[in-house]
């Protein structure tokens, strides 16, 4: 593979042990003939959100009256900021564009601020430089913890965290700070809040999931877009200081099958409207302007192309009076369409394709069979009148360029003190006390402590998904400016109150310390990657750490970092103490916060936080229906009031070992299946590929790229220059582990590239 005659070559690689290609590929939804029927009169209606006004209607009739076909698809296109210029805006007059969740200017997922606005200023420019009428472009991304893709912005806790802390208010200020941190770089618009109920812990995306009820998740579809958009009635509302939101993934997304991302939701009509529909009425009633349809089927059905319920239910029966955005070439999955075609998802109700690189095809087929009749004129027209609707009521048509509206270019707010302050109060309010034998929290700070856990001193494991690029992996603490790591926060809290604290990170001590915390949990993964067969914490290496405190007699509080509640039960009963902290985000110091008391013996801050998850008494206790008998229930959380003691629980998994079939492989799903990595090397540079683009002396670069879903693969490039090498390496005992297979596949799939 060094061979520099490969050059050019991007090769899709999958390796298996002993297993099938089954294991990687996305399964497909079956049964569209047995989809059940929609009745639209069963579904809510809403207040339909911001009022139609005449005067915004007769402007977009007028713009409309003088636009060409072409300039009309060019509206419902959005392209990907890696994938398309300000030059191409200017010629096909497209009307957004977004970075996915590894795009940024120049590549870079760590270019500063300002590049970023002088890059919207550019795609801006061109979007209003033209003889027909000018229509300026809207930027998408995912602002979905904070202004999560730009270096030194405040990032929150993920909406799980979010979800246990009950207050409303607290997630309505987080909105208008990610807004405002947003105006600062340019950029109008999120793809937040995800309303999903998740129903199956499995899901690879539950961390962005309020809670599995569904009255909780409508509450907080309101209060976030309050806060992102303002309050719908007031002057606040699309002022210059809010964006537009995105309520997703339309709808079932929390629902599929086995917790499968995109994958399939058989519940009846009653539950996808009660459980996985809850928030939408509440989100439409606050006014939210865009929806985006969900990468998920419904009995077999994929939501890109189905009309009942975008159209019939979601546009019609709730009065949805702004725009529906497909997801991430999420129209490709419809039968019969691919990224470059596709006018059923269209005719179906999707307003404007998320077409990231294959936009140019789709385009000039989009206006083709708009030409031949294959989508109504009248739908095109629709689509366009509820896009230039949401682009009017925005203002961005009064708006000067980017960096000349207010709070632009104001970068001092990217991580601003006082909004580092609301961010320390969700941490605080987000941690849910799970046991506390003997009362140990709070800690007296004048003792010594000892810290450790791989998510001791790692702002990244903190933040989690979504963090600088989609995955959130490659991040270190350098990376964020703004940052306090949870061992910064308690180091100053117990040398304040005249403690010792020591980081430890293999948790040897010399002289016993007074208590241990153990910072540890899951690593970052997004999306599908993220998905599992059963919810049992794999690692051991905390475990063996807990159990070596408890046999010492040395009193130990767990803080378990995590993305969905898991089957900890082994942790749990070696500690005296434990924490659910989920990913917290920035402002790791909102835990000594709790933990520590103040330096007087008082206590400083209590805990609030309350799951809004049922946490599973097994790691086969995966979906939340009929999961009577959790190990906590939802709304459990004790408070320093509580009598915190716990019995010792049976550490029953449920799991019999022949659940491991993932496990077999080494590399599935674009990522190395852990504990092996990825190793790229040239010369005597070799690097661990953590980023979706790394580049190695400009003679091998590595990216995340797209095969089935986004980002399944990985792309490797040898410019010819040198010889390089990519192996996928591991610890010498996860090579004795493998070593009892009889046979090992070895499948690449390859495709050459133009
Ligand atoms: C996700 C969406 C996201 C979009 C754009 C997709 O893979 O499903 O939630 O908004 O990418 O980054």
């Given at each position: 593979m060094s061979d520099p005659q490969i050059s050019l070559i991007s090769l899709l690689l999958i390796v298996l042990l002993g297993g099938g290609l089954t294991t990687y590929l996305v399964r497909a939804a079956k049964g569209d003939n047995d989809t059940p029927i929609i009745t639209p009169e069963n579904w809510p209606m809403t207040t339909g959100g911001a009022p139609i006004e005449p005067v915004i209607e007769a402007r977009i009739s007028e713009l409309m009256a003088a636009m060409t076909v072409e300039e009309m698809v060019g509206q419902t296109i959005q392209a990907d900021i890696n994938a398309v210029t300000p030059e191409d805006v200017r010629r096909y007059r497209l009307g957004s564009i977004l970075n996915g969740g590894n795009s940024a200017p120049g590549e870079d997922a760590r270019a500063p601020a300002e590049r970023w606005l002088a890059l919207a200023d550019e795609f801006y420019t061109a979007s209003m430089d033209a003889g027909h009428p000018a229509i300026p472009i809207l930027w998408g991304t995912d602002a979905v913890h904070g202004h999560n893709n730009i270096v030194g912005a405040t990032l929150f806790p993920l909406n799980i965290g979010l979800g246990a802390t009950r207050n409303l208010e607290l997630v309505q200020h987080i909105g208008a700070i990610t807004a405002r941190e947003m105006i600062v770089t340019g950029i109008d618009w999120t793809f937040a809040p995800t309303l999903a109920v998740v129903r199956n812990n499995c899901w690879g995306r539950t961390y962005e999931s309020y809670s599995e009820d569904p009255a909780i998740v409508a509450q907080y579809a309101q209060a976030m877009v309050k806060g992102l958009q303002g309050e719908l009635g007031t002057d606040s509302f699309l002022s210059n200081q809010q964006v537009l939101a995105t309520a997703k993934h339309f709808i079932g997304d929390g629902g599929t099958q086995r917790g499968k991302d995109q994958g399939n939701n058989i519940d009846s009509e009653a539950d996808l409207r009660d459980y996985h529909g809850a928030g939408y009425p509440a989100a439409i009633d606050a006014g939210v302007q865009t929806v985006m349809a969900s990468f998920s089927a419904w009995h077999g059905q994929r939501m890109h192309g189905c009309k009942p319920l975008l159209t019939d239910v979601l546009k019609e029966r709730m009065g949805f009076n702004g725009f529906v955005v497909g997801d991430w070439n999420g129209h490709a999955q419809v039968p019969g369409c691919s990224t470059k075609s596709c006018p059923a998802a269209f005719n179906a109700g999707i307003d404007m394709f998320m077409a990231p690189d294959d936009w140019r095809q789709l385009y000039k087929n989009t206006v083709a069979q708009v030409m031949s009749g294959t989508i109504p004129r009248s739908r095109l027209?629709?689509?366009?009148?509820?896009?230039?609707?949401?682009?009017?009521?925005?203002?961005?048509?009064?708006?000067?360029?980017?960096?000349?509206?207010?709070?632009?270019?104001?970068?001092?707010?990217?991580?601003?003190?006082?909004?580092?302050?609301?961010?320390?109060?969700?941490?605080?309010?987000?941690?849910?006390?799970?046991?506390?034998?003997?009362?140990?929290?709070?800690?007296?700070?004048?003792?010594?402590?000892?810290?450790?856990?791989?998510?001791?001193?790692?702002?990244?494991?903190?933040?989690?998904?979504?963090?600088?690029?989609?995955?959130?992996?490659?991040?270190?603490?350098?990376?964020?400016?703004?940052?306090?790591?949870?061992?910064?926060?308690?180091?100053?809290?117990?040398?304040?109150?005249?403690?010792?604290?020591?980081?430890?990170?293999?948790?040897?001590?010399?002289?016993?310390?007074?208590?241990?915390?153990?910072?540890?949990?899951?690593?970052?993964?997004?999306?599908?990657?993220?998905?599992?067969?059963?919810?049992?914490?794999?690692?051991?290496?905390?475990?063996?750490?807990?159990?070596?405190?408890?046999?010492?007699?040395?009193?130990?509080?767990?803080?378990?970092?995590?993305?969905?509640?898991?089957?900890?039960?082994?942790?749990?009963?070696?500690?005296?103490?434990?924490?659910?902290?989920?990913?917290?985000?920035?402002?790791?110091?909102?835990?000594?916060?709790?933990?520590?008391?103040?330096?007087?013996?008082?206590?400083?801050?209590?805990?609030?936080?309350?799951?809004?998850?049922?946490?599973?008494?097994?790691?086969?206790?995966?979906?939340?229906?009929?999961?009577?008998?959790?190990?906590?229930?939802?709304?459990?959380?004790?408070?320093?009031?509580?009598?915190?003691?716990?019995?010792?629980?049976?550490?029953?998994?449920?799991?019999?070992?022949?659940?491991?079939?993932?496990?077999?492989?080494?590399?599935?799903?674009?990522?190395?299946?852990?504990?092996?990595?990825?190793?790229?090397?040239?010369?005597?540079?070799?690097?661990?590929?953590?980023?979706?683009?790394?580049?190695?002396?400009?003679?091998?670069?590595?990216?995340?790229?797209?095969?089935?879903?986004?980002?399944?693969?990985?792309?490797?490039?040898?410019?010819?220059?040198?010889?390089?090498?990519?192996?996928?390496?591991?610890?010498?005992?996860?090579?004795?582990?493998?070593?009892?297979?009889?046979?090992?596949?070895?499948?690449?799939?390859?495709?050459?590239?133009?």
């Open positions: 027209e629709d689509a366009v009148r509820r896009i230039l609707r949401v682009k009017l009521r925005l203002g961005l048509f009064e708006k000067p360029k980017p960096s000349e509206r207010p709070l632009a270019g104001n970068y001092a707010l990217l991580g601003h003190p006082n909004h580092q302050t609301v961010a320390q109060q969700a941490v605080r309010e987000s941690l849910v006390l799970l046991k506390n034998n003997g009362n140990l929290l709070p800690l007296q700070t004048d003792q010594t402590i000892l810290v450790t856990g791989s998510g001791a001193d790692n702002i990244s494991q903190q933040t989690g998904v979504w963090t600088l690029s989609r995955q959130g992996t490659g991040n270190t603490n350098e990376n964020f400016p703004n940052g306090t790591s949870i061992w910064q926060g308690l180091r100053s809290a117990i040398e304040f109150g005249g403690g010792t604290a020591i980081l430890s990170m293999d948790g040897s001590y010399k002289r016993i310390p007074d208590a241990a915390i153990v910072i540890f949990g899951e690593t970052p993964y997004a999306e599908f990657k993220g998905d599992v067969d059963n919810l049992n914490f794999a690692s051991n290496e905390e475990l063996l750490l807990l159990q070596s405190f408890q046999s010492a007699g040395i009193p130990t509080v767990a803080i378990f970092l995590s993305g969905r509640p898991l089957w900890v039960t082994p942790e749990i009963n070696a500690a005296t103490a434990f924490v659910a902290a989920w990913l917290p985000g920035t402002a790791g110091a909102g835990i000594a916060d709790v933990l520590m008391r103040k330096p007087n013996g008082a206590i400083n801050f209590d805990f609030k936080g309350k799951l809004s998850f049922s946490w599973p008494r097994t790691a086969t206790q995966t979906a939340n229906e009929n999961n009577d008998e959790p190990l906590f229930s939802f709304g459990y959380g004790l408070t320093y009031t509580d009598d915190g003691n716990l019995p010792q629980f049976p550490e029953i998994s449920g799991l019999d070992g022949s659940e491991e079939s993932t496990g077999n492989a080494f590399f599935a799903l674009g990522k190395p299946m852990a504990p092996w990595s990825l190793q790229a090397t040239v010369g005597e540079t070799s690097r661990t590929v953590m980023d979706a683009r790394v580049q190695l002396q400009n003679a091998l670069t590595i990216r995340a790229i797209d095969r089935a879903a986004q980002e399944d693969a990985q792309q490797f490039i040898w410019s010819g220059e040198k010889r390089g090498a990519i192996a996928i390496t591991g610890p010498a005992t996860a090579y004795t582990a493998a070593s009892h297979y009889d046979a090992m596949n070895l499948v690449i799939q390859y495709r050459e590239e133009a």
